[in-house]
């Protein structure tokens, strides 16, 4: 063969290799795929629950998740069995997950259910108090890293055998007597009762259900006509009962597992709105009652599947947008005070991990660092990622905003500012609006509304 020829059969080569190539990564492109993780988050004995050291585990807490893949970067939604993750432990959260899936931290949103008998995560907590020599009071930094890895192995792994993504479902049905809000008022429009969630008087769970979303929303992704995961939105405090030193992820987790193994397809739960809202009208805090709300919820989750309706699906209609906000931070927390707290030899723990996490907070807030709301659309779905404990008001304020939308809410994300309220709910009072429990001001409602218009319209 002369050198023409092979110069000639090279050059055919070379573009049959090109071709082959660019076709390829236009088909990659193309492409709408996920990938799910699911890893064990359960503390070993000793480690501490949010308000009790663990004594053993009564059912195993997880973090599970998806990747989507194929709209831009990669998207990655984290759920974890645990009472909240605030501050450097949303930051190492993310950035870890981050690397994991080939994305940027502003396109991971992670969660937690807000179990009591759980673990709480805060790097930024334990910084302050490592140098104080109270490490570990608040929480097991070497374990809340273990579940990082594990999660993010998991999400690499996953990646190996993600799954095309042909179309989407969405269903909805209504949760009965399970939710309630806790906020009773009085006759002069304050606060008079906090219906928690176990509430063992009988004339307080008498009072009317109140203000709260009945509605389970589930939304699904398909290959074909095979389910890859299921995702579902419910709006309450998850507390049947607790402090047992038994981790569990108590009804709401209960639920999802078993309608995970009835239907064998990876189920992820996110706590909607539910900082005011709790099982309080429907459970006086008897045990059996676990059982008892988790079937409730089951029975939801298996009617909005039923109710579920398919649509075809493309990578051009997926898409995350984020919108980056500075809460207006709560002016009771006064840094001398906290650091005061966080340097006492003689304070009980929880005193000096709560000082020093709000501690890390206000200097967040005071340095001008932002939270990252986000929205993730994937044809007429919307579902928005939201910190704190925030109110109902503000998940069905967003389905207002959009009723020729499905709009979902997932709350609980960056967990450092506590209990959100509405404006007014700080004149009215009332343990959810008190300077223990949120470290916000009213003025946070103006802010987070305008966010999500931007991310809805």
Not at 401 to 417: F, K, S
């Amino acid at each position: 063969m002369n050198s023409r020829n092979d110069h000639l059969i090279f050059l055919i080569l070379t573009c049959v290799a090109s071709i082959l190539l660019i076709s390829g990564m236009n088909i990659e492109a193309a492409d709408l795929r996920v990938a799910t993780f699911n890893v064990d988050a359960s503390p070993p004995v000793g480690s501490p629950l949010a308000y009790d050291p663990t004594i053993g585990i009564q059912e195993p807490l997880s973090c599970r998740g998806v990747v989507l893949l194929g709209s831009g970067q990669p998207i990655v939604l984290c759920s974890v069995d645990w009472i909240g993750i605030s501050n450097g432990g949303q930051t190492r959260f993310k950035e870890e997950l981050a690397e994991a899936a080939g994305t940027i931290p502003e396109r991971v949103s992670v969660h937690t259910i807000h179990q009591h008998d759980a673990p709480r995560c805060d790097f930024s907590a334990e910084a302050l108090l490592n140098q104080s020599g109270a490490s570990g009071v608040g929480f097991d930094p070497r374990f809340a890293m273990t579940v990082i890895k594990r999660a993010a192995g998991a999400i690499e792994e996953g990646l190996q055998h993600a799954v095309e993504v042909t179309h989407f479902g969405f269903g909805e049905a209504e949760v009965k007597e399970v939710a309630s809000n806790r906020r009773i008022l009085g006759p002069d429009g304050k606060v008079l009762y906090t219906r928690y969630t176990a509430t063992a008087d009988p004339k307080i769970r008498a009072f009317p259900v109140g203000t709260i979303d009945p509605l389970l929303k589930t939304f699904v992704l398909y290959n074909g006509d095979q389910p890859i995961v299921v995702m579902t939105y419910y709006a309450t405090h998850p507390q049947s009962y607790y402090r047992t030193g038994l981790a569990n992820p108590d009804f709401p987790g209960m639920a999802r597992n078993a309608r995970e193994k009835k239907t064998e397809i990876p189920h992820i739960h996110f706590n909607g709105a539910g900082g005011n809202i709790g099982a309080g009208k429907w459970n006086d805090g008897s045990h059996e009652n676990r059982q008892v709300l988790a079937d409730k919820v089951e029975k939801g989750m298996e009617q909005a599947w039923n109710n579920i309706k398919r649509s075809p699906l493309s990578s051009e209609q997926v898409s995350w947008k984020t919108e980056a906000v500075q809460l207006p931070v709560a002016t009771h927390l006064v840094e001398e005070e906290l650091v005061a707290v966080i340097n006492d030899q003689t304070a009980k723990p929880d005193a000096r991990y709560y000082s020093a996490k709000y501690l890390a907070w206000l200097r967040s807030c005071q340095a001008g660092e932002k939270v990252d709301i986000g929205c993730l659309s994937v044809g007429d779905v919307r579902i928005l990622h939201m910190p704190g404990e925030l109110f109902v008001e503000y998940q069905l304020a967003a389905q207002k905003m959009r009723p020729d939308l499905h709009v979902l809410m997932a709350a609980y994300g960056e967990y450092a500012p506590g209990y959100i309220g509405t404006k007014i709910a700080y004149s009215q009072g009332g343990y959810e609006a008190s300077d223990r429990a949120s470290r916000v001001t009213e003025d946070v409602e103006a802010v987070l509304m305008e966010a999500m218009q931007k991310l809805l319209k």
